[in-house]
Every structure is written in C-alpha cells, then in structure tokens.
C-alpha cells in the first residue's frame, strides 16, 4: 500500500544540527497532515511537529524555535531540520503520514516509517 522511507539519523554533538526525511510511496490518492514523533526509552512516544497541507505547523513545546517541519508536496516528503540539538532529544524519531490511498479516498489513515536514531552525545 504505502511505503515511508526515513534517513537522516545518526550521532551529533551537543549544539549540532541534522535534518531527518521521509518519503512516503506507494498506492497515494492524497497526503494530509505529515509528522514527527520520537521515542526516548522508557518514555512514550510523544509528537515533535507536524504540518498539514496548506503548510500551518505546531511544534512540541521542547523543540520550538530549534525544530523546523517542512514538506516537498511535489516528492511526498517531509523534513525535519533539528537544530541547537540536545542529549534529551536523543530518540527514535518515526514519521508519521495521514493517507488516503487509491483505494480508500474516504478513509484516510496514518503510516508509520521505520524509525531513525538520532543520539546527541559529546
């Protein structure tokens, strides 16, 4: 059905930056809202940013001002830029993407992508 692909993730030192992508693929009618959610251990997963399709954005608290969500319409892809990166992001960082697929235009649903690890460590 559909299919999201995420890279970008690695080790980065206190204050560095890195930026995650995600393309999605596969039997797409339509993409709504596209995010990013993370998961420390022993914490839940917990939304980091999202942004819908006319481009309006929110932001965990914890992340404004050092996050940037975007999205390439055009390549079915979402972006985050982390910025001023702290050790408490260090997570597995998921994309979450609302589709409604060529067989379900009414009924869109939500994929998820592998998962990245990004580990903010001096």
């Known amino acids: 059905q559909v299919q999201l692909v995420e890279s970008g993730g690695g080790l980065v030192q206190p204050g560095g930056s890195l930026r995650l992508s995600c393309a999605a693929s596969?039997?797409?009618?339509?993409?709504?809202?596209m995010g990013w959610y993370r998961q420390a251990p022993g914490n839940e997963r917990e939304l980091v940013a999202a942004?819908?399709?006319?481009?309006?954005?929110n932001y965990a608290d914890s992340v404004k001002g050092r996050f940037t969500i975007s999205r390439d319409n055009a390549k079915n892809t979402v972006y985050l830029h982390l910025n001023s990166l702290k050790p408490e992001d260090t997570a597995v960082y998921y994309c979450?993407?609302?589709?409604?697929?060529?067989?379900?235009?009414?009924?869109?649903?939500?994929?998820w992508g592998q998962g990245t690890q990004v580990t903010v460590s001096s």
């Open positions: 942004i819908i399709t006319g481009g309006s954005t």
């Open positions: 979450n993407v609302q589709v409604a697929t060529t067989t379900l235009r009414l009924s869109p649903r939500d994929f």
């Open positions: 596969g039997s797409i009618f339509a993409i709504y809202q």
